[in-house]
């Protein structure tokens, strides 16, 4: 039996993470029901906008939870104050477990320079601005169309830079004032101004530039044809994009934090009995499964275990405060490493299975191999596509894709086709393989 009460837990579980040396943010604590659970992992912020996609994942998460495929037990929003949900349905003893976790989470969050350059104060206030925003454009124009607009923004996810910077623009220049016929300038005080439709641009067409950028939605959002409600709306979707990009980038590192010390925490933790702690290890080892090696919690955790037993605690925040989790493999996974990690049996000693070639067996799985298999699955699977120019007067925008690998055929044209759609003119990619053109008829058409 677990002493105490939610509050109780959380004021030990406090002190415990500050006697190691952890400082998490402050952190908001609350329990809610699995329907609320499937709903906040959907959206991953509570207030945030609604979309297809949201659903998707309610309903994804909902099945795989009364299926016994997996269970959400918590979910933490990096904001000032963190918020912090648990799953009112857990036995205590998985929720102290899990509270020495999210604390874990949130120190991570407070380390790390790329989570903790987002957004945070009031981020559900951020969040639900952005939503009632979108709500009232949705009234405004029809709802297939801002949804077409949403889609569009959801597919160039990948595509978005934190340090992206406006380039200078190169515009025509300006007829000199004195060439104007006399009087001209009556005549524009009683000119009316054209009427606005959907489909106005809020920009004059006079430039041509090169940025160079990988942030094609935000090149899209400053200067395609748009009008200014629509321009509006992919800026503030840019913005959420850039606040859980790095959530992604530090997904291992994160887990593997959160997991390493909530097995110290708990085995320090006094309100509870010896079956308590056993039934939160329990849960603990249904986490971190290892018959799947790149499951964040397991994989993360042991390489924080063996960076802290090879390097100590001080390189362990060293590290937490300055990398990603490529940075992180490729950078601290050494041959020394993966020999200590086999001596323990934590990570394989047998090279899996070839799926290409079944008759090939288990054999053994030399460090030097394993370091430059991991560091390969670590490589970033999106390519890199850069903005090469863009000509407003005939609305044209050249990408490049330099990587040697080709790109994937219906994907890619997929992609094109939406920026295409926000860009409103000619988009062209080129690559060593092939070359590429987007299509916005075939956007519009698309389901």
Partial sequence: MVHGTLEDWVREMDQLVHAHGLQPLATEFHMVSDEDIYTLSSYFVPGRYRHWTHGERYWIAKQRDEQGMGRIYELVVNGDPALAYLLDKNADAYNV???????????????????????????????????????????????????????????????????????E????????????????????????????????????????????????????????????????????????????????????????????????????????????????????????????????????????????????????????EDLNDQQWVSQWITPELARLAQNRNVWPLERPRDANDPSKGMEYYPAEDLVH???????????EIYVEQIDAQNHRMDLIYHGEKALHKEYTQDVLNAIAYLWGGDVMLTSVHKIWYGNEADWRRRD
């Fill in 97 to 167: 477990l899990v509270i020495g976790h999210v604390l874990g989470h949130t120190d991570f969050f407070a380390r790390n320079r790329y989570l903790s350059a987002v957004r945070r104060p009031n981020i559900g206030i951020w969040f639900r601005e952005h939503a009632e925003w979108l709500e009232k454009l949705h009234r405004q124009r029809s709802f297939s169309r801002v949804e077409k607009l949403m889609d569009a923004a959801h597919t160039l996810s990948q595509l978005v830079d934190p340090y992206y910077r406006a380039p």
């Fill in 373 to 383: 298999d991991v560091q390969k699955a670590f490589m970033p699977d999106s390519p």
């Fill in 169 to 320: 623009l190169l515009t025509a220049p300006e007829p000199p004032k004195d060439l104007r016929q006399s009087f001209e300038w009556v005549r524009e005080l009683y000119d009316s101004p054209s009427s606005d439709s959907e489909d106005d641009s809020s920009y004059s067409p006079r430039y041509k530039m090169w940025p160079w950028t990988r942030d094609v939605l935000a090149i899209v959002a400053d200067y395609g044809h748009l009008g200014d409600e629509e321009r509006m709306a992919l800026r503030m979707m840019r913005e959420e994009m850039l606040y859980f990009q790095p959530q992604a980038q530090t997904k291992y590192m994160n887990e593997g934090w959160a997991t390493f010390w909530h097995v110290r925490l708990t085995r320090e933790f006094s309100l509870w009995d010896d079956q308590d702690h056993i039934e939160a290890m329990r849960m603990h080892a249904m986490v971190t499964q290892s018959h799947h090696f790149f499951n964040p919690y397991y994989f993360g955790w042991t390489l924080w275990e063996l960076i802290a037993e090879m390097h100590g605690m001080e390189t362990c925040f060293e590290i937490v």
